[in-house]
């Protein structure tokens, strides 16, 4: 989401979504031939990269994940969509991309003359993805889309009926699934070093500022976020309980405490605490919150070791440490660039004509559950899944 003030196109954008007036100030297919490790020095040449449109410019987008681009084998920056000219013009010229590749939302749709687009990447508010990852399978483009996928199950159904339609993948930006320190865990937890998994422990929250912050604005408008702390936070803690796992829970229970005298919290949720069953009775204790100091980590206890990793879902920086009954242990493990090895799986995926490790069938998943984990919070009922 852009992350500047609306010119008009910006403008009659946010009002066709009926976003209403608080965001007026929001801070914002064809196929290819397998592709072959380039020799060293043609690492930079963009003939062998797949080229992505960026839908939405916003604080994410900018400060995050394009900057990624720079380390990406296979993928490049190639179009931008903006409502507004002059931040797209800006980052045109810092990315090398053609000012002819500059989209508004109102001539999105043309995107499907462009060749130069391979896959668009939606960086939009939750709320808006299910009509841009249509309007792109309609347009012939591959998608990656963040997460949350959608608002509800069902547009998440209509996104992956329409790129199935349409023949073109369909994946979700899940980064924490292509990092080095989580990917480790998981490796741990499937060679046996931790023993039996018994319990998790997954927390993941922050102070939401809509006020301070215009890159927040949206987040506490439900028909733009879908919901609170739990859709954008508990997200990352649900997510890992099941690629940890690698299960899928049955069962889950949830309480909520939100304060609806905060203006923050008049349509979006603040805490969420919600437990997860799985087949093998593995038991998951997690938590979302817009109102605490940040926090990003899990923990998992095994019969014969515990392995942490805090932060667990940062953007640059992670730590891991084991115990067990003779003390306790960092391994040593590189960081790596999660969103180039994202982005790249994106492109090898469409270029080799694979499924995403992180398909639309999982973004749906995780909102099922997530629905689920409402619908417990709000009758304080178990809910089986």
């Not at 889950?252 to 799985?278: N, Q």
């Not at 009775?281 to 923990?299: D, F, H, N, P, Q």
């Amino acid at each position: 989401m852009d992350s500047t003030s609306s010119p008009d196109s910006r403008r009659r954008f946010l009002r066709q979504a009926g976003l209403g007036a608080a965001l007026a100030a929001v801070a914002g297919p064809a196929a290819a031939l397998p592709f072959s490790e380039p020799t060293s020095a043609m690492q930079n040449d963009n003939q062998k990269k797949l080229g992505f449109a960026i839908v939405g410019l916003g604080k994410f987008a900018t400060e995050q994940m394009m900057p990624a681009f720079k380390d990406c084998k296979h993928a490049r920056i190639t179009a931008l969509v903006s409502g507004s000219p002059d931040k797209a013009k800006k980052l045109a010229a810092e990315y090398g991309v053609d000012a002819k590749n500059i989209y508004s939302y109102d001539n999105f749709d043309s995107i499907k003359d462009n060749p130069a687009v391979d896959v668009v990447y939606i960086v939009l508010p939750v709320g808006m993805h299910a009509e841009y990852t249509v309007r792109a399978a309609k347009a012939g483009k591959h998608v990656l889309t963040e997460k949350p996928m959608a608002n509800t199950p069902e547009d998440c159904q209509k996104m992956i009926d329409a790129c199935k339609k349409a023949n073109v993948k369909l994946m979700v930006a899940y980064r924490a699934q292509y990092e080095p320190f989580n990917l480790d865990a998981i490796a741990r937890i499937r060679k046996g070093e931790l023993g039996k998994v018994m319990q998790i422990t997954a927390d993941h929250g922050r102070i939401v500022d809509p006020t301070g912050d215009k890159a927040d604005t949206w987040r506490v408008q439900k028909k733009l976020a879908g919901g609170g702390s739990l859709m954008d936070l508990g997200i990352y803690s649900l997510n890992a309980t099941r690629y940890l796992t690698g299960e899928e829970p049955v069962e889950v229970t949830a309480l909520e405490m939100s304060d609806k005298a905060d203006p923050r919290f008049k349509e979006v949720e603040d805490r969420i605490h919600f437990t997860l069953r799985f087949p093998s009775g593995i038991l998951a204790t997690c938590t979302s919150s817009y109102s605490i100091e940040g926090v990003k980590r899990y923990r998992v206890f095994g019969d014969k070791a515990w392995l942490d990793l805090d932060p667990a879902t940062d953007y640059y920086e992670h730590k891991m440490t084991i115990g067990d009954k003779d003390g306790q242990q960092q391994p040593k493990i590189k960081e790596g660039n999660q969103f180039a090895a994202e982005l790249d799986h994106m492109a090898e995926c469409v270029m080799q004509n694979k499924t995403p490790k992180t398909p639309g069938e999982e973004g749906l998943k995780d909102i099922r559950l997530i629905m689920a984990i409402y619908e417990a919070a709000r009758t304080g009922k178990k809910v089986k899944v």
